[in-house]
Nanobody, 124 residues
Framework: QVQLVESGGGLVQAGGSLRLSCTASEGTLSNYLMGWFRQAPGKEREFVGVISRNGGSIYNVDSVKGRFTISRDNAKNTVYLQMNGLKPEDTAVYFC?????????????????WGQGTHVTVSS
């Protein structure tokens, strides 16, 4: 069992930065591929990116490439989402998720554990 907790969300002006953290209150995150997803107001949840167990492979969707960076520190049992150059359209609730699978997938159904989410609001 893994209990995920996101933090680091807040209100930021366009062009600003935030770093989200995802920690496990239970479980060892190094055993999992870790994904980030987001859900904007009135929209379906969408995939943002995923990082491999050792952090050696990372995939981000095109809309955030060059602006968002996923990393992990397995010694701290934490995964990060560094967000730079934020835009109003990045406003959403951001979720981290863990999968026991071996495929770096964007499919929500393949993720076994989810955090409760942290709110990010980007003002124009």
């Amino acid at each position: 069992q893994v209990q995920l907790v996101e933090s680091g969300g807040g209100l930021v002006q366009a062009g600003g930065s935030l770093r989200l953290s995802c920690t496990a209150s239970e479980g060892t995150l190094s055993n999992y591929l870790m994904g980030w997803f987001r859900q904007a107001p009135g929209k379906e949840r969408e995939f943002v990116g995923v990082i491999s167990r050792n952090g050696g492979s990372i995939y981000n969707v095109d809309s955030v490439k060059g602006r968002f960076t996923i990393s992990r520190d397995n010694a701290k049992n934490t995964v990060y989402l560094q967000m730079n150059g934020l835009k109003p359209e990045d406003t959403a609730v951001y979720f981290c998720a863990a999968t026991k699978g071996v495929t770096m997938s964007r499919r929500e159904i393949l993720y076994d554990y989810w955090g409760q989410g942290t709110h990010v609001t980007v003002s124009s």
